[in-house]
């Protein structure tokens, strides 16, 4: 089979598909990869890298872009991580198909490595740096390299590098998680405090927790008062008045209702918001059921 000819016969396979080929389709295409893999890479680049624009405005070239990296993903093509990498470094905000990337990244282990170490480095841009800080801490692997660029990481962007430290999972960076978590505020208002807030500082707790960190005096004397501030913030998402001593409710700034869930959304599952971030990175705190089982 020509690769002009598999190309074109794969285009349409993917359409047809919409989101994975069987089994049997993919041991066909690793059993000649020469021919096979350089029309794969053909077809990233067009759909996925050159068609990022047309896929947010919806015409053809997007559609197969999730197909494809679903593909580059099940057949741990390494030759395609430089493009999903470049994708990554480009896309605007959080579409799906950046999801989708990030996702397939950390399947690669070891080999995805050095591509995103490099391109966090090359990036002054501390949302893109993130999502390369993301895939490194997920890759499964411990290196040192790793471990340095959460370090700088969590001193840079805390509120989201205290959750990838935590999925790295090394306890030497207990240490740099304590000093992220002091650096978090908890705002001025004595009695507020803001749903961001709230969510990073339980995401700071919950690091040190999954590193085997045990809570200073301090630790947990701040832990009890963000409880109540946490309380208190339901109560007001709720409508249920302050008491008197506390500042009058219609003198504070508006609160969105609150947003309960229809079902079930796991911690690292994608949020249910859209936003593109994991569940416990975005609304967890907001949702005071947990785990994304609130109801209306």
């Known amino acids: 089979m020509k690769t002009i000819d598999f190309r074109t016969w794969l285009q349409k ?10 089994r049997s389709i993919t041991q066909q295409i690793q059993a000649d ?14 759909h996925v890298h050159a068609g990022i624009p047309a896929e947010r405005q919806g015409v053809e070239h997007g559609c197969l872009a999730h197909p494809l990296i679903v593909l580059v993903g099940d057949l741990q093509l390494v030759a395609a991580i430089p493009h999903l990498v470049q994708v990554a470094s480009e896309v605007e905000g959080h579409e799906p198909i950046l999801v989708d990337i990030l996702t397939i990244l950390t399947s690669f282990a070891e080999a995805a490595l050095e591509p995103c170490a490099a391109a966090y480095a090359a990036s002054p841009d501390v949302a893109i740096q993130d999502r390369f800080v993301q895939v490194l801490a997920s890759l499964g692997i411990r290196h040192p390299r790793i471990a340095t660029i959460i370090r700088r990481h969590l001193e840079m962007a805390p509120d989201t590098a205290i959750t990838d ?13 304590r000093a992220a978590l002091t650096s978090l ?14 969510q990073n500082i339980f995401l700071a707790y919950e690091a040190l927790s999954e590193l085997g960190a045990e809570l200073t005096a301090e630790e947990s004397a701040r832990w009890d008062e963000l409880i109540e501030r946490h309380d208190r913030l339901l109560d007001r998402l709720d409508g249920v008045a302050p008491p008197k001593d506390e500042p009058d409710a219609e003198a504070l700034p508006p609160v969105p209702a ?14 249910w918001c ?23």
């Open 13 to 22: 396979r993917l359409a047809r598909a919409g989101e994975k080929l069987g």
């Open 33 to 46: 990869p020469a021919t096979h893999h350089p029309a794969i890479l053909d077809l990233l680049t067009e």
């Open 165 to 177: 430290a935590a999925v790295y999972g090394d306890p030497e960076l207990i240490e740099p998680v």
């Open 185 to 198: 505020p908890l705002g001025e208002d004595p009695t507020w405090a803001t749903l961001d807030e709230l």
């Open 258 to 271: 609150p947003v309960r869930l229809q079902h079930h959304v796991g911690r690292n599952d994608p949020c």
């Open 274 to 296: 859209g936003s593109g971030k994991k569940y416990k990175k975005c609304h967890l705190a907001a949702d005071p059921a947990g785990e994304g089982t609130a109801t209306a």
